[in-house]
């Protein structure tokens, strides 16, 4: 009996424990029924939401493709207008290219004709102009040639008769025999004399011609002779060691085309030679003109910047050579 009391017992707790297991699952299952039909609610409105933006949706993507259609349709008409006023604007344009190159073909023609035409007269003229100033180059030429040759003849002649210059007797000598010099004496201090002289190409040079220099002029009776070949080509050598601002020039009564000559067999290029053949018109100026030979005197004359005589050494015996130190260290002094 006991048992069986016991097995109620426990029939009618495990009834009560399954009653509480059981409202619990009811209420629970009541709360999820309550978030069910409150989902589903809302699912409902999202819903409606969904399928109003879906209906504004279509009506916006028509809305769209009847745009795109309309401007499809205005895009093909003005790409054919466009095109159309692109060709005849090509077509305008092509025309008045062809018009404007025919344009400028006649004046380029036109424009070259008036220049060749003026060109032909420039040069007709130009060269009638060149003809009257070689005409008067050499008429200038001849003027002053005959110039020098005048004064030359005067001073010679002046010196001759005393006017001018006494002669000048006894100052140099040739192998002992005494020779005399016409013209003036100059001394150290003095202005230098001008002088006309040739070149090798038979152009006149004067002491113009080495305006603003330092010069050193020797005259020699003849470049052919040994002793005055010896002393140009010494000077010819010093001159490479001097700076430009120094001439050196040789002057003597050789033809220009025999100094000419002799520089190219030399090789002297330094010391620049000219000749006194034509005028006398150095030799007569710095008195070295030899009264009895017609040459020129063995002389050394340092003529600076400003035209002055600087140093002055005339060889007494025409067979020697002048002192070259002397002259190379009076013109240091002056550098």
């Keep these: ?17 399954v009653k509480k297991v059981v409202q619990k699952v009811a209420k629970k299952a009541t709360g999820l029924k309550k978030g069910l039909a409150k989902k589903k609610a809302e699912l409902r409105v999202s819903l409606r939401k969904a399928e109003k933006l879906v209906g504004q949706k279509d009506a916006l993507v028509e809305r769209l493709r009847k745009e795109v259609e309309h ?13 159309e006023t ?59 040639g005959k110039l020098f040759e005048l004064e030359a003849k005067a001073k010679e002649y002046a010196a001759k008769i005393g006017i001018i210059e006494k002669e000048r007797a006894g100052l140099v000598t040739f192998k002992g025999s005494p ?24 152009q006149p040079v004067t002491l113009e011609s080495f305006k603003g220099r330092v010069k050193i002029i020797t005259s020699v009776p003849s470049l052919d002779t040994s002793v005055c070949d010896m002393e140009t080509r010494r000077f010819n050598q010093e001159a490479a060691k001097l700076p430009e601002k120094v001439a050196i020039l040789t002057i003597s009564m050789d033809l220009p085309f025999a100094q000419a000559r002799w520089c190219a067999a030399a090789g002297v290029e ?14 007569l100026a710095y008195g070295v003109l030899i009264k009895e030979l017609k040459l020129l005197a063995r002389t050394v004359f340092i003529v600076d910047e400003r035209d002055v005589i600087r140093y002055i050494e005339l060889i007494p015996e025409m067979t020697k050579e002048p002192d070259y130190d002397r002259v190379l260290g009076a013109l240091r002094a002056l550098l």
């Design 1 to 17: 009996m006991k048992a069986v009391k016991r097995a109620k017992k426990a029939v009618q707790k495990t009834k009560r424990a």
């Design 71 to 83: 401007k499809e349709k205005l895009m093909r008409i003005n790409a054919k207008t466009l095109k």
């Design 86 to 144: 692109i060709e005849k604007a090509g077509k305008e344009v092509s025309d008045l290219k062809s018009r404007v190159s025919q344009s400028i073909l006649e004046v380029k023609s036109k424009a070259e004709a008036e220049a060749k035409k003026l060109k032909e007269e420039l040069e007709a003229r130009s060269q009638a102009l060149r003809g009257k100033m070689n005409e008067l180059e050499e008429y200038k030429k001849a003027a002053e």
């Design 179 to 202: 020779l005399t010099l016409l013209g003036p004496e100059l001394k150290v201090g003095d202005k230098a004399p001008d002088f006309r002289v040739r070149d090798t190409a038979m």
């Design 270 to 283: 330094k010391v620049k030679t000219f000749s006194d053949y034509r005028d006398r018109s150095f030799g």
